[in-house]
């Protein structure tokens, strides 16, 4: 993880999601690269706290949702301490980049992931293809949603799970430390259940 992170940092920067990474080992909100008087942090553990809870206080159950908190430096001693702090901040999203980077990343469509489902969730498994396209372009949206690319499918005929989103969701960008989405995650999968409960 360190040489993936090294070899992004060759220009000097780089962004991850929302949070600016600089050679020197500092991270910052994007926003609050030239904030003059940002609360300082130099343990890769503070950002645990940092990512629990947006601006206004309020707990962010997806850590890839576009609101992290601004206000804050972290400076750190190595490169080690850099990939530390940002698996606190998006959880596993730098080892699925390595993996997708070494093209051994397997994906799992969206149906197989709601057919997995047990209990209270299974009976999202029923969900319609024009439901699951409702959703997704709700839950996973890049503004207000979820900041990751999806590499997942709808079913095992490879569709496009929502095309009222732009199609670039579903592509990698050409960035160092693009977050990517390899499956429906928990909360997309709660949606669909309220949503086949609802109708
Ligand atoms: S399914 Fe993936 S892209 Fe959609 S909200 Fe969950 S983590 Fe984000």
Request: charged share 30%.
């Amino acid at each position: 993880m360190e040489q993936l992170l090294a070899a992004a940092l060759s220009k000097g920067a780089c962004n991850f999601g929302q949070i600016a990474v600089r050679k020197g080992f500092v991270l910052t909100h994007v926003d609050d690269v030239d904030l003059a008087q940002p609360e300082t942090f130099r343990s890769p553990e503070d950002a645990i706290a940092l990512a629990g809870f947006d601006d206004a206080g309020k707990y962010r159950p997806l850590k890839t949702a576009p609101n992290l908190r601004h206000g804050w430096r972290m400076e750190l001693v190595d490169l080690g301490e850099v990939v530390r702090a940002l698996d606190y901040f998006y959880p596993a999203r730098l080892s699925i980049l390595r993996e997708w980077k070494e093209d051994r990343l397997e994906t799992t469509p969206l149906r197989a992931t709601l057919d997995r489902q047990s209990g209270m969730y299974r009976v999202a498994a029923s969900i319609s293809d024009e439901q699951i396209h409702e959703v997704v372009a709700d839950v996973c949206r890049s503004d207000g949603g979820c900041l990751r690319r999806i590499l997942w499918r709808r079913d095992a005929s490879g569709t496009i799970p929502s095309t009222k989103l732009p199609p670039e969701k579903f592509e990698v960008p050409n960035e160092p430390l693009p977050l990517l989405c390899q499956e429906g995650c928990t909360i997309l999968i709660n949606e669909c259940r309220k949503k086949v409960k609802a109708e």
